[in-house]
């Protein structure tokens, strides 16, 4: 991990104070985790970004799943991460994902 990376990681545990455990879900881990697990897609959930996901993001959103990254969208907050953006990564990246619940 390069060193922007890791000050985007500590910012955002900064920033997360608490850590969400999934519950009676699947994925079995913490948002914090889910979270890192998805630095290789940061570049395509920027707001604004017209990047495509990488082959490595997709990687990652397959290996989370549907469950985690549902945490992730109904999560705290994530500074530098277009929510609607990361909902459509499963799409982008031809991953049969059933959609998330916002808010739920």
Same mark, same amino acid.
């Given at each position: 991990?390069?060193?922007?990376?890791?000050?985007?990681?500590?910012?955002?545990?900064?920033?997360?104070?608490?850590?969400?455990?999934?519950?009676?879900?699947?994925?079995?881990?913490?948002?914090? =985790?889910?979270?890192?697990?998805?630095?290789?897609?940061r570049p395509s959930?920027? %707001?604004? =970004? =017209?990047?495509?996901?990488?082959?490595?993001?997709?990687? =990652?959103?397959?290996?989370?799943?549907?469950?985690?990254?549902?945490v992730l969208v109904?999560?705290?907050?994530?500074?530098?991460?277009?929510?609607?953006?990361?909902?459509?990564? %499963?799409?982008?990246?031809?991953?049969?994902?059933?959609?998330?619940?916002?808010?739920?």
């Amino acid at each position: 991990m390069d060193k922007k990376t890791r000050a985007l990681v500590f910012l955002m545990l900064l920033s997360t104070t608490t850590q969400v455990q999934v519950k009676g879900n699947p994925c079995g881990t913490t948002f914090f =985790s889910a979270l890192v697990q998805l630095i290789p897609c940061r570049p395509s959930v920027a %707001p604004f =970004s =017209s990047l495509p996901p990488s082959e490595a993001c997709c990687a =990652s959103i397959q290996a989370l799943g549907q469950p985690c990254l549902c945490v992730l969208v109904n999560g705290p907050p994530i500074s530098g991460v277009d929510r609607i953006t990361a909902m459509q990564l %499963p799409n982008k990246c031809a991953i049969n994902f059933q959609p998330c619940d916002i808010g739920k």
